[in-house]
């Protein structure tokens, strides 16, 4: 579940502050006051006997401060897309987006950005595809020029990756190497760290392994699950996004740098794309138009394009997520790919009806940096706290967490971030000659939240999908409807986001979350790296699945109840029609295997280019709808 490629940096003051005793936190230090020493590179956050006393003010003194300083620090590191800002004004916008997002939905009309003409381009589009959003666009661009498309990338300010790592595993970095695009040796310099094993671990233990407790005894017992080679790679995003740029452009392609895209208008025959300046969008600033074939929507959840289509609708999940990355931690050999250390947080918490995991990973900084996140999954509800509450439970939990003292740590970053999604994905187009790829689709898992890992997954079949399109004219909202056909297998990892998450009333068992976690690992962990290293990677198979809920069942009846109750009947039946889908989508895509269907449909000289277009759309959809295209 890899939040790290995903997640946005921040600062803030908050007057919000906890109230009440976490029962994992270690005792904090004896000095008298709180304060903060800053070097000429790094800020150390003291936190002090008094802060637990006091710890409204303390926290939002420590959190301003730390930003102040950081502020200052990275204020010529800004890069664009997700996880590249990192100021203060960046911060108060994703704050601003949130309480919006979990307020009253917009009234009144969507906003117009693509509009529809009845007239056709008076000349031929000047390029096959636009990608808009450069950052992880960059990936889809460089692969459809090497199709042989005529193609550009807008970027509303410069091209270039985050200062810190990606995390993600070797397989899904090579996929870059599948899809012809660089070669394994370009893809190995821009690794920046590498570190195995990694931990999945949960705060509940049974019985008869702890020793005594029971159910919800075992929340200071931690199981363990330890794997390898799962987000084991820090990959240089500069670096990366770099060597893209490079293939694109030896390949004819074109990279447009702070243009900022006004508005899309489709016509019957291509798109024209009107783009303003970055930093000049006044009414009266020149612009630019651009013709292409397809526009490839690449800007992220907060797409302009899906905004509109998205319009009033309040996302059905949301994933809260806030971090750093900081110095002076001795241990730092390992990763944690999902962790719990507490139960359930409390009704008369600072930040309630969450359950907190933690995702951490060394970083090629320095030999104790370390990249520590806390997140927990939602519902975009009016009574859900702000993320500056969320930032404080951080401050005092992660010590514990890590095995460290905050006033031991120098701070090099704050990370903070949400990411809506949604059951209805991933998203059909609306209008003909656009469509949504990565994170503005939807595609990912609604436990993973997208990014880099997210789309690498997906590149290879997105690039010939797109390509098939474009040479047989394929571009109506109907035929690109095909590229993003319904995959029971993201369908079906809903019901473990609805498990994952507590709403107002509910009253679940404050290990609940933790047992059924630590059971389903535990069962992973017996049935062996077929089983577990594709679930970690977000990707759902019948057989894994149903294996994985026998041997739980069989091994923790007991829980079955009380998770069927805090699930709900219509989630139930839900994901019971998705699995039933999952089951046969495998049927289908073995039977199509099995056959060389698709061999036969590109030699079938009968079919139109459409026809064949669809046809490979079809198979396209039972083998990842059914998690077959994931090799070990």
């Known amino acids: ?275 303003q300046p970055d930093g000049n969008e006044t009414a009266t600033a020149p612009t630019t138009q651009l013709t292409t074939r397809l526009v490839v929507d690449c800007m992220g959840h907060f797409s302009p394009i899906v905004r509109q289509v998205r319009w009033a609708t309040k996302p059905d999940g949301v994933c809260l997520v806030v971090g750093t990355l900081g110095s002076g931690f001795t241990n730092n050999s390992t990763a944690d790919v999902i962790l719990t250390n507490t139960p359930l947080q409390p009704n008369d918490a600072n930040f309630n009806l969450a359950q907190y995991f933690w995702e951490a990973f060394p970083a090629a900084s320095g030999p104790t940096d370390r990249t520590t996140y806390m997140f927990t999954y939602l519902t975009a509800d009016s009574y859900r706290p702000p993320l500056a509450a969320m930032l404080e439970d951080y401050w005092r939990l992660m010590p514990h967490y890590q095995g460290v003292e905050l006033e031991d740590i120098t701070f090099k970053r704050v990370l903070f971030g949400f990411f809506p999604t949604f059951k209805d994905t991933p998203l059909r187009p609306t209008f003909d000659r656009v469509i949504q790829v990565g994170d503005a689709s939807g595609l990912q898992s609604p436990l993973s939240f997208g990014g880099f890992g997210a789309l690498t997954r997906h590149l290879a079949r997105l690039t010939t999908a797109l390509a098939e399109a474009v040479e047989a004219n394929a571009l109506d909202r109907e035929s690109l409807a095909l590229v993003h056909a319904y995959n029971p297998g993201l369908s079906s990892s809903w019901m473990m986001q609805k498990a994952m998450s507590v709403r107002k009333g509910e009253q679940p068992p404050p290990d609940l979350i933790n047992r059924m976690l630590a059971g389903n690992f535990k069962a992973m962990e017996r049935l062996g790296d077929p089983v577990m290293k594709p679930f970690l990677q977000d990707v759902i198979k ?35 029609v998705h699995m039933t889908n999952l089951a046969a989508y495998t049927a289908l895509n073995g039977a199509a295997t099995a056959v060389g269907l698709r061999t036969k449909v590109a030699s079938a000289i009968f079919l139109t280019p459409k026809e064949r277009f669809a046809l490979n759309r079809l198979l396209d959809a039972w083998e990842y709808g059914s998690g077959q295209d994931y090799k070990l």
């Open 542 to 576: 019948f057989g894994p699945m149903m294996q994985t809920m026998t041997a739980q069942m069989l091994t923790d009846p007991v829980s079955i109840p009380g998770l069927i109750s805090h699930v709900g009947p219509m989630p139930l039946l839900e994901w019971l």
């Open 1 to 275: 579940m890899n939040i790290g490629s995903t997640v946005q940096r921040t600062r803030l003051a908050s007057q919000r502050g906890s109230n009440y005793p976490c029962t994992p936190v270690a005792p904090q230090t004896t000095r008298s006051h709180a304060s903060l020493v800053v070097g000429p590179a790094r800020i150390r956050a003291v936190w002090c006997k008094s802060a637990a006393a006091s710890g409204t003010a303390t926290s939002s003194l420590i959190t301003k401060r730390i930003f102040d300083q950081l502020d200052a620090l990275e204020a010529d590191a800004q890069a664009q897309g997700a996880g590249g800002r990192t100021t203060y004004a960046a911060f108060q916008a994703a704050e601003e987006q949130w309480a919006r997002l979990r307020g009253e939905p917009p009234t009144g009309p969507a906003p117009q950005f693509v509009r529809e003409s009845t007239q056709p381009l008076q000349a031929v589009p000047d390029y096959d595809v636009v990608v808009c959003g450069g950052t992880l666009g960059i990936f889809v661009a460089a692969s459809l020029a090497r199709r042989g498309l005529r193609v550009v990338v807008l970027e509303r300010g410069p091209l270039r990756g985050r200062a810190q790592e990606w995390n993600i595993s070797r397989k899904e970095l090579l996929e870059l190497e599948h899809v012809g695009v660089a070669t394994r040796e370009e893809l190995e310099a821009c690794v920046a760290i590498e570190f195995n094993p990694v931990r999945v671990g949960f705060a509940w233990k049974p019985e008869n392994e702890n020793g005594g407790g029971g159910g919800g005894g075992g929340s200071t017992k931690l199981t363990e699950v330890w794997t390898r080679d799962v987000l084991n790679l820090g990959v240089r995003p500069n670096a990366l996004v770099g060597l893209m740029r490079q293939k694109l452009e030896d390949l004819g392609g074109v990279v447009l740098e702070r243009s900022a895209l006004k508005s899309i208008e489709v016509h019957s025959n291509g798109c024209s794309l009107v783009v």
